[in-house]
């Protein structure tokens, strides 16, 4: 468990790159409501857009997710539950406290996502809502 990194991955750099290359700026890891205990990946403070960026595995993607088999089956199964409970409990807290919340999964295009963010932002910019 040592090799998974919780923050700077691979595709998380990616998407910063690219978020970065169309001139938006952002704070990492970061907690969107600092009574809330939930950090995201990129924040947006004024815009108040929070991305996250969910791995395959962790938080069970329909296309690439496999569930484990064997004696840890029961275990891992739970996990990933709990991990999309509170993943949907997230949105919620965030959305009703008038945030944003844009979910990205580790096999998007980073450029693609990177311009649905910046689009968002500047979107919730314009509009005042900032």
Known sequence: MR???SRDT???LALRSAVHAL???YRVNMRPIKQFR?????VFTRAKVAVFLDGCFWHGCSL????AVGSTAGFWQAKIAANRQRDAD??????????????VWEHDNPVEAAEHVAEVVRSRSMSGTA
């Not at 939930?38 to 990129?42: G, P, S």
């Not at 997230?90 to 844009?102: D, P």
Request: proline share 6%; no cysteine.
């Open 64 to 67: 690439h997710y496999r569930p």
């Open 90 to 103: 997230t949105n919620k807290q965030l959305e009703s406290a008038g945030w944003v919340v844009i979910r």
């Open 23 to 25: 001139g938006l700026r």
């Open 10 to 12: 691979r595709p998380e």
């Open 3 to 5: 090799g998974n990194r």
């Open 38 to 42: 939930r950090t995201a990946d990129l």
